[in-house]
């Protein structure tokens, strides 16, 4: 539990890499979900994320552990792992010890991005993710992608885009926008009016968030062109949170499309640095005095309840 917020790690998928970023055979230690963990990628494709520690004599797997034929081996002593944490030999033991295999994690890869399931009490995932059309579409450009460490918690980032008036005067939008959330069980819609000021002008566009729980997002904006934004939010623990961006826009001719990626990114970049040392900060208020201008912050609070477990719940109340 954070001392800062009365929030402990919420349920859900979160992404711990992009696809791209793994080779087959290569080993990475990962920190997230207050955990050490250790991710690889076999021979048949599939990544395995698995808890970080030898049950041998604790050496971290991910700093030194290898792939051969396809299975993870300690640097200490050489004990091998397969891809669903079982231990598969120990080379000078004649008999396997019991409760030597690691705790796997569930992983599911789609739209380039590799997530990993968390839920506090162990429970299997309860729901899917969904594929985004643009995503390895002819029409669309590859992503670009920009990552961030926040010291902050998932809560106060998801929170943001339902957060009308600082787009306005903490963003500079040219004015406050229109936003409406709609939560269906774990998903929450929202949609917003946006103003980007250009040379010839304001030219109004829309956004339109899908969210799924707090770990995966797609924010499509229209407007001057069409972009995408996937984006996930990986808590790293109670109070830190990595921020993964990854921008796609459609695709009008070659340079003109570069270039509106570039500003697109550089956007919203711009005001994610702005929100930063707001969100690192402040403090979190379970009753905070709400005026008739601000966005649907409460429809939000009620919705993001769901991710926590019981407990949490009650301090949050
Ligand atoms: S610590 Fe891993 S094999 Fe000994
Ligand atoms: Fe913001």
């Keep these: ?8 790690l919420p349920t859900g ?8 970023e793994l080779e087959v055979g290569q080993v990475v230690p990962l920190r997230y979900f207050a955990s050490d963990l250790v991710m690889f990628r076999t021979s048949d494709g599939v ?29 200490f002593h050489a004990w091998e792992f397969r891809g669903d944490g079982t231990c598969d030999t120990i080379p000078y033991a004649t008999k396997k010890p019991r409760n030597c295999d690691l705790s796997h994690w569930t992983v599911a890869e789609l739209n380039g991005l590799i997530m990993c399931w968390y839920d506090r009490n162990g429970a299997a995932p309860h729901w899917e993710l969904p594929t985004v059309e643009e995503y390895a579409s002819e029409d669309w450009t590859d992503y670009r992608t920009r ?17 009308s008036a600082h787009f306005h005067y903490l963003h500079g939008s040219a004015f406050i926008p229109e936003c409406s959330s709609k939560p269906h069980e774990h ?13 010839s002008g304001v030219v109004k566009g829309l956004i339109d968030v899908h969210t799924y729980g707090f770990g995966f997002t797609t924010t499509r904006f229209t407007g001057l062109v069409e972009t995408m934004l996937v984006s996930s939010a990986t808590p790293i623990d109670t109070d830190h949170t990595e921020l993964w961006f990854a921008f796609s826009v459609r695709k009008i001719g070659k340079g003109i499309t570069g270039g509106v990626g570039k500003a697109f ?53």
């Design 187 to 199: 998903m929450l819609h929202s949609t917003s009016t946006t103003g980007m000021t250009t040379p």
């Design 147 to 163: 990552r961030w460490v926040v010291k902050t918690c998932n809560q106060e980032l998801a929170e943001n885009q339902v957060d």
């Design 265 to 317: 990114m550089m956007e919203i970049q711009r005001q994610l640095e702005q929100d930063i040392p707001v969100w690192e900060n402040k403090v979190y208020l379970n009753r905070p005095v709400l005026c008739d201008g601000d966005g649907p912050i409460g429809v939000f609070r009620t919705w993001a309840r769901q991710f926590y477990p019981e407990l949490d719940q009650r301090a949050a109340k």
């Design 13 to 20: 998928w979160f992404q711990v890499g992009y696809s791209h």
């Design 1 to 8: 539990m954070s001392e800062r917020f009365p929030f402990g």
């Design 47 to 75: 990544a395995h994320v698995l808890d970080a520690h030898c049950p041998h004599l604790g050496a971290h797997l991910g700093h030194g552990g290898r792939i051969e034929d396809d299975k993870l081996v300690c640097p």
